[in-house]
């Protein structure tokens, strides 16, 4: 190993540190913080590969971040016409990593992994053209009576129609 290399890791060791982990817990993720910035991404294949309207990532140089346990459990998807490496648990399925061809020192990885801040707050907004019209855009909610813990986008109410001699007005 060459002395840069050594002093990177020095200076990586001094960091503070945050772990991630899978939904069963068999592998463990760690970066330095803060890391280097965080996403929302609405893509498509982010939705597929999470199965939800979108993703928060965030993004770590790969010189910052390693396995700390269960890499025996890591699956990987190569997606080789798009440039693209997508890493599971090979136990329960969590999506753990994602990498792309035009950025290869960089690592991404889920921000809901992470239990402790990552020094970043997800400002940018990938793919926003692909938004859902079914994902939750902060709309007022409120208590669903009868189920404990529901909440619920109540309908609009129709505005009375004002009418003058029997026929609406526009």
Not at 16 to 24: D, F, I, K
Not at 96 to 122: C, D, V, W
Request: aromatic share 10%; glycine share 8%.
């Amino acid at each position: 190993m060459n002395d840069a290399k050594k002093t990177a890791r020095a200076r990586n060791a001094s960091l503070p540190h945050v772990s991630a982990r899978c939904l069963c817990g068999a592998v463990e993720l760690e970066v330095a913080v803060p890391v280097f910035w965080a996403w929302h991404d609405h893509s498509a294949a982010t939705r597929r590969a999470h199965g939800a309207a979108y993703a928060t990532y965030v993004g770590v140089w790969k010189s910052k971040f390693r396995v700390a346990n269960g890499e025996a459990n890591i699956a990987r998807y190569e997606d080789k016409e798009a440039g693209r490496i997508r890493s599971f648990c090979k136990r329960c399925g969590t999506p753990l990593m994602y990498e792309r061809a035009h950025s290869p020192k960089m690592i991404n990885i889920p921000r809901a992994l992470f239990q402790g801040r990552t020094g970043r707050e997800p400002l940018y907004h990938i793919a926003i053209e692909e938004l859902q019209e079914w994902t939750y855009l902060g709309e007022s909610l409120g208590p669903l009576k009868g189920y404990p813990g529901v909440v619920w986008t109540r309908p609009k109410r129709k505005k009375k129609q004002l009418e003058i001699d029997g026929l609406p007005l526009a």
